[in-house]
């Protein structure tokens, strides 16, 4: 249960990887439109999220903040510090920080995807045409690969616009999972999160052995990272509640913190503002 628990807090956060990512005259991804290559180091953000668990007709609840800073940034990607503190039964406990290099496709260093162009499309949202140019991205990975096909248009935030992926094991052949993501509302709010005038409203849907996990996320081009809140719900087979998820952006900054470190300076001067 604990890894289902860690899967589903996550699922909000893995959304916002690519909804404020960008195409350039290129094939293939670059820093001027990720939620984090196109600000500068120092800046970063701090996320709540909130747990909602059922086994045996009990409900577990857990709460994580998670501070992430951007160390570095280059041609070929960022690099990520993320610091984790878990709330349990009223006490606050530390993990260790974590760097995370990270290319601007979502690789790790040294999974370099292969990139096809398959030329453009056309979808809509909310009514609006989107010209889109669609890229499918291959990447390897033990024992099988994993393929996705993105629909991305250069004019309009948040650029891209709809991403299908599909995980393949040894055969090659029916998927092990699956997750499609798109952008259903450029122009949206999210519950207390008034101060963004404009957000995209992006859905995601993963399917696997384990069931259903659907995502709603609300993101912002001016926020590190990209994310302002987002909801995360997980089915089993038999479509039984089985996770809920809840995420909202607590703090963010574009500078580094200048006389202050760690993660709860920020929590403690945040819960005082609101």
Not at 16 to 32: C, D, H, I, K
Not at 80 to 109: C, I, M, N, S, Y
Not at 245 to 267: C, E, I, K, V
Request: charged letters at 25%.
């Amino acid at each position: 249960m604990e890894s289902v628990r860690a899967k589903c807090a996550w699922a909000c956060l893995a959304v916002l990887v690519w909804s404020a990512q960008s195409l350039g005259q290129q094939a293939g991804l670059t820093r001027q439109h990720h939620p984090w290559g196109q600000f500068q180091p120092g800046a970063w953000n701090l996320v709540r999220v909130t747990t909602e668990s059922y086994e045996g007709g009990q409900m577990l609840k857990s709460v994580t903040e998670t501070s992430t800073t951007l160390n570095a940034v280059d041609e070929a990607g960022v690099t990520l510090k993320v610091e984790v503190a878990v709330l349990v039964g009223g006490k606050r406990l530390d993990t260790d920080p974590q760097t995370l290099r990270q290319g601007f496709h979502g690789e790790v260093a040294g999974n370099e995807p292969v990139i096809r162009d398959l030329g453009r499309a056309e979808l809509v949202v909310e009514n609006r045409r989107v010209d889109c140019r669609v890229l499918e991205l291959e990447f390897p990975r033990p024992g099988g690969r994993r393929l996705s096909k993105i629909w991305y248009s250069d004019a309009v935030d948040p650029y891209i616009i709809k991403r299908v992926t599909a995980v393949y094991g040894d055969d090659l052949k029916a998927p092990i999972s699956k997750t499609s993501v798109e952008v259903v509302s450029l122009e949206a709010s999210c519950g207390k999160s008034r101060n963004f005038r404009r957000a995209a409203r992006v859905k995601s849907v993963h399917e696997d052995a384990s069931g259903t996990t659907t995502t709603w996320a609300s993101t912002s081009s001016v926020v590190p990272g990209g994310v302002i809140c987002c909801s995360s719900q997980q089915v089993d087979k038999e479509g039984r509640l089985v996770l809920r998820s809840n995420m909202q952006l607590l703090d963010y900054g574009l500078q580094p913190s200048q006389g202050r470190s760690g993660l709860f300076w920020r929590w403690r001067s945040t819960r005082g503002r609101r």
